[in-house]
């Protein structure tokens, strides 16, 4: 008897009532859904470091505005 036809490897799987899910169906399913969390780590790792530039700048003051302050002789002349 071969392992193919063997009532073992028939039945193996996700046994619902309906409806039976075979186990390289959920094998395929959870590798993608691990390849997608990596993909997204990646990802996130990569947003949150250029977010993390972004606010270095902001704080170290490259990108805020010249302000035009008054020249100190011009308040005492009024």
Do not use: H
């Amino acid at each position: 008897m071969s392992a193919a036809n063997s009532p073992s490897s028939r039945n193996s799987g996700l046994n619902l009532v309906l409806f039976t899910i075979p186990l390289s169906f959920l094998l395929q399913m959870g590798t993608v859904f691990v390849l997608i969390l990596l993909l997204a780590e990646k990802v996130a790792v990569e947003t949150l470091q250029a977010v993390g530039e972004a606010s270095e700048e902001l704080f170290r003051g490259v990108r805020l505005p010249i302000l035009d302050f008054p020249e100190p002789d011009a308040e005492n002349k009024r």
